[in-house]
């Protein structure tokens, strides 16, 4: 598969969301075990790898840093700002705020090179949209970066088709992170058009339903234990109930995958990067295993018959993709 574009730079269309190795899906990777996936996935042509300063509260840009000190010229490094941890008096977490300020960005910047041990970041998201400050605001700070030579290209995460076409008039925006999979397609009623409108590229996360689309799970087989976030009230789409209907919605990925000889993931990822040739999808792993198949939808090619069958899909789908909190902080 050709590379695609991110604003003046290209990239394979699979990159590595690489969240999970510090944070939120379970405890964090051993560092050695990490880095050695990591080059690994260079060594497989990846050059996209996504991260962000909430992931492990830096502990994932550091890891980055530390696994492409020696190979920065071969990778593209993206990651975010935005959301902040609150601490109580005693230092613990107790829960997160967005502050999208030029101030919030300033400090949070410098930590993202130093903890990345890199000079200029390839792609500076804003992480969450911040409603208390005007965006035009912060993405002209953002862009103040651009001009420092600090960061190559500027995005938005999770905001509404209306915010990006403010934010662009503002500063061009290279990209834009949104969840999008077989699964989740709201934004292909206005965002998608706004991002070809203003030459954007849709950097699609989650494009295997957080796991879902796998066909890894089964009711026996569901996530759960310490420091997994798809449990409780945070996922809906993992709720008891809404689970085990989602399950069965994966017999059709399972079906049109089998006619490929292809494992189902496969097939959710060649769906994604189907869809236009400005999206390219970041799955995230923590084993080389499911890294080696991810980059195997590279040779998928549906058909429409399989496309339209694969599309009915997400009008079935039981749970919306956050809980309401989570819901509250996108498309805005």
Same mark, same amino acid.
């Given at each position: 598969?050709d590379?695609?574009?991110?604003?003046?730079?290209?990239?394979?269309?699979?990159?590595l969301?690489?969240?999970?190795?510090?944070?939120?899906?379970?405890p964090? %990777?051993?560092q050695?075990e *990490?880095?050695?996936?990591?080059?690994?996935?260079i060594?497989?042509?990846?050059n996209?790898?996504d991260?962000?300063e909430?992931?492990?509260?830096?502990a994932n840009?550091?890891?980055?840093?530390?696994?492409f000190?020696?190979r920065?010229?071969?990778v593209r490094?993206?990651?975010k700002?935005?959301?902040k941890?609150?601490?109580?008096?005693?230092g613990?977490?107790?829960?997160?705020?967005?502050?999208?300020?030029?101030?919030?960005?300033?400090?949070?910047?410098e930590?993202?090179?130093? &903890?990345?041990q890199?000079?200029v970041?390839d =792609?500076?998201y804003l992480?969450?949209?911040d409603?208390?400050?005007?965006?035009?605001?912060?993405v002209g700070a953002?862009?103040?970066?651009?001009g420092e030579?600090?960061v190559?290209?500027i995005? =938005?995460?999770e905001?509404?088709?209306e915010?990006?076409?403010?934010?662009h008039a /503002?500063?061009p925006?290279s990209a834009?992170?949104?969840?999008y999979?077989?699964?989740?397609r709201?934004?292909?009623t206005?965002?998608?058009?706004? =991002?070809r409108?203003i030459g *954007? /590229?849709?950097?699609?996360?989650s494009?295997?339903?957080?796991g879902?689309l796998?066909g890894?799970?089964t /009711?026996?087989?569901?996530?759960?234990?310490?420091?997994? &976030?798809?449990q409780?009230?945070?996922?809906p789409?993992?709720a008891?109930?809404a &689970?085990?209907?989602?399950?069965?919605?994966?017999d059709?990925v399972?079906a049109?995958a089998?006619?490929?000889?292809a494992?189902?993931?496969q097939?959710?990822?060649a769906?994604?990067?189907?869809r236009?040739?400005?999206?390219?999808?970041?799955?995230g %792993?923590?084993k080389l295993?499911?890294l080696?198949?991810?980059?195997?939808a590279a040779?998928?090619?549906?058909?429409g018959?399989?496309i339209?069958?694969?599309? /009915?899909?997400a009008d079935?789908?039981?749970? *919306?993709? &956050?809980n309401?909190?989570?819901m509250?902080?996108?498309?805005?």
């Open positions: 598969m590379q695609r574009n991110i604003g003046d730079f290209s990239v394979f269309p699979i990159g969301g690489c969240m999970g190795l510090s944070a939120f899906y379970g964090p %990777t051993e050695a *990490a880095i050695n996936l990591l080059h690994k996935a060594d497989l042509g990846v996209h790898f991260t962000a909430m992931y492990g509260m830096g840009e550091k890891l980055l840093g530390e696994a000190a020696d920065r010229e071969k490094i993206a990651t700002f935005g959301p941890f609150l601490f109580d008096e005693n613990k977490p107790t829960g997160t705020t967005i502050d999208g300020t030029p101030e919030n960005m300033r400090r949070a910047v930590n993202s090179l130093r &903890y990345l890199t000079d970041i =792609l500076y992480h969450r949209v409603p208390k400050v005007p965006i035009e605001e912060t953002m862009g103040q970066l651009v030579g600090k190559r290209a995005g =938005l995460s905001a509404s088709a915010t990006i076409k403010r934010a /503002t500063h925006i834009v992170q949104s969840e999979s077989i699964f989740s709201d934004i292909e206005d965002i998608l058009p706004t =991002l409108a *954007a /590229t849709l950097v699609a996360y494009p295997l339903g957080r879902l796998t890894a799970m /009711t026996d087989n569901k996530p759960g234990g310490e420091g997994e &976030y798809r409780g009230a945070m996922q789409r993992f008891d109930g &689970y085990e209907a989602n399950l069965a919605l994966v059709e399972k049109v089998s006619t490929h000889d494992p189902p993931g097939v959710a990822l769906w994604v990067l189907g236009a040739d400005n999206i390219v999808a970041i799955p %792993t923590t295993k499911n080696q198949s991810n980059l195997g040779d998928i090619a549906l058909s018959d399989e339209g069958r694969l599309n /009915t899909l079935k789908v039981q749970g *919306a993709r &956050y309401e909190q989570g509250s902080a996108v498309n805005r």
